[in-house]
C-alpha cells in the first residue's frame, strides 16, 4: 500500500525536528555553526534570565537574556525557535543557550548540546540579534568541540553556577577548561553570571554580573534598611 493521501502532500509541523534543512556557515568538519565576534563595548549593563520580566528603570537594550538555567526551562528556544522569538524580542542582545555538557555523559550527547548552543545564536544573528557566546565544558575530551565555532578576541560568558567547586575534581575541570578557553580564544573579556575563583581574574577580563538570586537578597537587606 503506499501513501497516495492527501495527507502526506503537506508536511508536519515537525517534520524538520533537527533544523536539518537550515544549517548556518560552519568552519569545522562537525558543521558546527560559527558566531560572530562581539567587540569588548558591547559589554551589557545587566543580565536577566530568559523569560523573566525585566524592572522597569532596566531598558531591554541595555542588558542581555542568559540562559544559565536547568535546560527544560529553555528547551523550547531549540524545539520551537520561532515561538521563541516572542520572547526574545524586545531585547538586542542575547547570550546562546547554555546547553549542559556533564562530564559523565556520552561524548556525542555533549557534542549535539554544542551544537544546539552554537546553532540557537546563528538563528538568532540571522535575526538581527547580537548574541555573545555563551563557552562551557566538560572533561579534556571535549575541548576537541566544546570550542569549535567561537570567535577570537570576542566578548564571552561562563558561569561556574552549578559547579560545586568544593569538589576537587570538579574544581580541577572547571580551572583547566577556563585555561584552554583562554589560550584558545584569547578572549577580550569574560562575562560571569555569578562569581568565579579569583584565579580567573588573573588569566583574562572578567565582568561578574549577581545570579537571580543574589539580586533578590540585595533588593530584600536594601528594603530593611530602608524600613529601618
Same mark, same amino acid.
Given at each position: ?67 544559565? &538555567? ?17 520572547? &526574545? ?58 570550542? &569549535? ?16 567547586? !568544593? ?20 578572549? !577580550? ?29 540585595? !533588593? ?9
Amino acid at each position: 500500500m503506499t501513501r497516495t493521501s492527501h495527507r502526506w502532500q503537506d508536511k508536519p509541523g515537525s517534520f524538520d525536528a533537527l533544523h536539518a534543512t537550515e544549517p548556518f556557515p560552519s568552519d569545522n568538519e562537525l558543521g558546527i555553526p560559527c558566531l560572530a565576534h562581539v567587540p569588548v563595548y558591547r559589554v551589557p549593563a545587566w543580565l536577566a534570565p530568559y523569560r523573566t520580566r525585566i524592572r522597569a528603570n532596566d531598558p531591554p537594550d541595555d542588558g542581555a537574556v542568559h540562559f544559565f &538555567l536547568d535546560d527544560y526551562r529553555f528547551e523550547t528556544v531549540w524545539s520551537r525557535p520561532r515561538k521563541a522569538l516572542q520572547a &526574545l524580542a524586545p531585547y538586542t542582545t542575547l547570550l546562546s543557550p547554555d546547553f549542559s555538557l556533564y562530564r559523565d555523559w556520552p561524548l556525542m550527547l555533549q557534542m549535539w548540546n554544542v551544537y544546539r548552543n552554537r546553532w540557537c545564536g546563528a538563528f538568532w544573528q540571522s535575526q538581527g540579534f547580537t548574541v555573545i557566546p555563551t563557552v562551557s565544558w566538560s572533561t579534556a575530551e571535549s575541548y576537541e568541540f566544546c570550542f &569549535l565555532g567561537l570567535p577570537t578576541r570576542s566578548l564571552l560568558a561562563v558561569s561556574a553556577v552549578g559547579v560545586d567547586l !568544593a569538589d576537587p575534581l570538579a574544581r580541577s575541570l572547571f580551572r583547566a577548561g577556563f585555561r584552554e578557553m583562554v589560550a584558545r580564544l584569547e578572549p !577580550a573579556a569574560v562575562l560571569a553570571y555569578g562569581p568565579l575563583p579569583a584565579w580567573c581574574g588573573e588569566l583574562a577580563e572578567v565582568v561578574v554580573y549577581p545570579t537571580r538570586w543574589q539580586g533578590i537578597r540585595k !533588593a530584600r537587606k536594601e528594603g530593611f534598611k530602608k524600613r529601618g
